[in-house]
């Protein structure tokens, strides 16, 4: 594969696990790329596990200020530069199966919708034809909004 295409999908490979951490799917997408590192190797594979437990946790710390941006920026970047090496290292026909494998990682977290919670306390209201009418309190908490 030409080098190009390599570093494309490493980084949207690095792309989708930072979009998956705050997701329904971060269980599914964490299996899928420790598979991929551990190569099935159990040990390599537990490892790459904590580290992309390790990468949620710098992540949902980083949502609660103001550096978020930049922390996802260079998780990105990090998990990007691992999924190279990985790439980079293998013979083309492996190659050609991890990029498989690393595209249906990435549509998976494509897919995935945030975590959030809604929650509705009306009081005194009146509902008339899906319309709400009186006063409330209505608390709506996405990962992605903070």
């Known amino acids: ?7 494309a999908v490493a980084a949207a490979g690095g792309g989708a696990i930072v979009q998956a951490a705050g997701t329904d799917a971060w269980n599914g ?4 790329f420790g598979r991929l590192f551990g190569r099935g190797e159990a040990g390599r ?11 949620r946790a710098v992540l949902e710390t980083a949502r609660e200020g103001e550096e ?3 922390v996802e920026i260079a998780q990105v970047s990090r998990w990007q530069t691992r999924l190279e ?10 190659q050609r199966q991890v990029v498989a494998e690393l595209q249906a990682l990435v549509s998976q977290a494509e897919a995935a919708e945030p ?7 009306f009081s005194r209201a009146t509902f008339t034809n899906s319309q709400v009418l009186g006063s409330g309190n209505m608390t709506v908490t996405n990962k992605y909004d903070k």
């Not at 975590?115 to 306390?121: I, K, R």
């Open 68 to 70: 978020a941006e930049r």
């Open 1 to 7: 594969m030409l080098v190009e295409e390599l570093v």
């Open 45 to 55: 594979e537990r490892a790459e596990l904590e580290r992309l437990d390790q990468t």
């Open 115 to 121: 975590a959030q919670t809604v929650h509705n306390d």
């Open 29 to 32: 997408v964490r299996g899928g």
């Open 85 to 94: 090496a990985l790439l980079e290292d293998l013979p083309e026909a492996e």
